[in-house]
């Protein structure tokens, strides 16, 4: 049975590997019309406080629906190993200070136009046109705006969960294997439990 640190070993290799398929989280939040899912790239892992770092723009649904409600699913699939992990916690998110100033430094320039544009994401696109509300095109007059730098800094937010409960499955011929790490806030330390898979 994998103990909690093979967990967080496993993210953590996770977050440093883009080909790693844990890369991708399904990010699982309550909004007042029911639950949604959406992919999130997992940018980074901290152990040491149990906490999940993620990017997104501070204008998103998502972002509206946390606001409401804080507490979260993630659900990652590695279908190589057949290794599913499902978490729980607790999501804050942040668009300044000198922390998440330094998250955007590290964000590539092609990458900081994902938050320039002018409209919200999920607005609607009047005649499907991307012209209206999408991101500047990389290379383009807009991409080398200072202005439209600025303008996606503004729209940045570093979205971080602090994770309660693990929930591994792997997938084997010889037997399925299921555990639960449950964090004790009392203990300062997870519990483990094998479950029926
Ligand atoms: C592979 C993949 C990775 C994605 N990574 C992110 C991400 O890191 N942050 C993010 O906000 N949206 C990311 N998205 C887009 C989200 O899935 C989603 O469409 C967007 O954030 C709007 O979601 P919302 O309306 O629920 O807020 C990604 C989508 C895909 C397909």
Not at 22 to 49: F, N
Not at 86 to 114: C, F, I, K, Y
Not at 171 to 184: E, T
Request: with cysteine.
């Amino acid at each position: 049975m994998p103990t909690a640190a093979d967990l967080w070993r496993l993210l953590r290799r996770a977050s440093a590997d883009r080909h790693h398929p844990w890369r991708v989280v399904a990010l699982c939040t309550q909004g007042a019309d029911g639950p949604r899912a959406r992919s999130v790239i997992l940018r980074q892992v901290h152990e040491e406080d149990r906490r999940l770092v993620f990017y997104t723009d501070r204008r998103s649904h998502k972002v509206h629906e946390l606001a409401q409600c804080d507490r979260v699913a993630l659900l990652c699939w590695d279908p190589r190993h057949q290794q599913q992990l499902r978490m729980t916690g607790q999501a804050a998110v942040d668009g300044s200070g000198d922390a998440v100033a330094a998250h955007w430094a590290t964000v590539p320039e092609r990458a900081q136009l994902d938050y320039a544009s002018p409209l919200p994401p999920g607005s609607p696109l009047v005649d499907g046109s991307s012209e209206q509300g999408g991101p500047p095109a990389p290379g383009g007059p807009a991409a080398q705006n200072p202005t439209t730098r600025l303008r996606a800094r503004g729209h940045f937010a570093v979205l971080q969960v602090q994770v309660c409960e693990m929930d591994f499955l792997e997938l084997d011929r010889q037997g399925h294997q299921r555990c639960r790490q449950v964090w004790v806030p009392s203990q300062s330390a997870w519990q483990g439990q094998p479950l029926v898979p």
